[in-house]
């Protein structure tokens, strides 16, 4: 599909922040969504928060509330399912229509629609998949069982032995490193997120640009924003 045709960046904000900005308002929706209702976030997180809202449909390029966004704040059980599956539905049409089963899809196919129809790419997609699973499931809508994350196989990110690793010596003790097989009892493996994220980290001792430190440092926390919801 040619870029002039692909939809807007779905979202990719932690699906948690945004639920947990819009219960704020289950007394009454402002007139307008600007920085000053933003708290504390980071910059980042709030382009994200704001970007997806407007993705949603849940406000105006401006700011402005839409009536799908005063209907959500406001209701409650299954009313609130029904208005979000619409809104979700709305948001993603290549994903619920067009023949693609969202109850059966892969993580592989999901990608690659996502890829496909909209501008997403690297790891963006990734969490735009968390996402819409977790939105999803939050709407009532039936979750393909193969989205779910796996731990990766014991030994399968081992680093191998090459002629260009020097030999160590003999009389060297070497710290065991930690197991990331299934009998592994680190409950954060189950994360492929997380896992990911690690995978990422240059190995110790070596430079580590400021910017590309600064930034995993913002991955690391929308990502931990995603996996623990704050209480």
Same mark, same amino acid.
């Given at each position: ?7 807007? !960046? ?18 009454? =929706?402002?007139?307008?969504?600007? *920085? ?6 980071? +910059? +980042?997180?709030?382009? $994200? ?5 407007? *993705? ?7 700011? =402005? ?21 619409? =809104?979700?539905?709305?948001?993603? #049409?290549?994903?619920?229509? @067009? &023949? ?7 993580? #592989?196919?999901? %990608? /690659? ?8 790419? &690297?790891?963006? *997609? ?7 699973? /977790? ?24 680093? %191998? ?7 160590? #010596?003999?009389?060297? $003790? /070497?710290?065991?490193?930690?197991? =990331?097989?299934? @009998? ?9 997120? !997380?896992? +990911? ?7 110790? +001792?070596? #430079? ?5 430190? /600064?930034?995993?440092? $913002?991955?690391?926390?929308? *990502? ?8």
């Amino acid at each position: 599909m040619d870029n002039e045709q692909k939809a807007s !960046l779905p979202p990719y904000v932690p699906y948690r922040t945004l639920t947990n900005f819009l219960e704020r308002f289950k007394q009454g =929706v402002p007139a307008r969504i600007d *920085v000053g209702l933003l708290g504390s976030m980071s +910059g +980042g997180m709030r382009s $994200q928060l704001m970007t997806s809202m407007k *993705v949603l449909k849940l406000i105006s390029d401006a700011g =402005v509330p839409t009536d799908d966004m005063k209907k959500l704040c406001a209701a409650e059980g299954k009313q609130r399912e029904e208005i979000l599956q619409d =809104v979700i539905t709305r948001c993603y #049409p290549y994903l619920f229509g @067009n &023949g693609f089963d969202f109850s059966t899809a892969t993580l #592989p196919l999901l %990608r /690659e629609a996502l890829e496909e129809h909209t501008n997403a790419s &690297g790891e963006t *997609v990734t969490r735009c998949i968390a996402f819409i699973k /977790e939105a999803a499931a939050d709407a009532g809508i039936p979750v393909s069982p193969f989205l779910k994350d796996h731990k990766p196989r014991a030994g399968s990110t081992r680093q %191998r032995k090459t002629d260009k690793e020097p030999d160590r #010596p003999k009389d060297s $003790q /070497e710290m065991p490193r930690p197991s =990331v097989g299934t @009998n592994s009892n680190i409950p954060a493996q189950d994360s492929l997120l !997380l896992w +990911g994220l690690f995978q990422r980290l240059p190995q110790p +001792g070596k #430079p580590w640009a400021k910017q590309e430190r /600064e930034k995993w440092i $913002q991955t690391w926390n929308n *990502v931990l924003a995603l996996e623990y919801p704050e209480q």
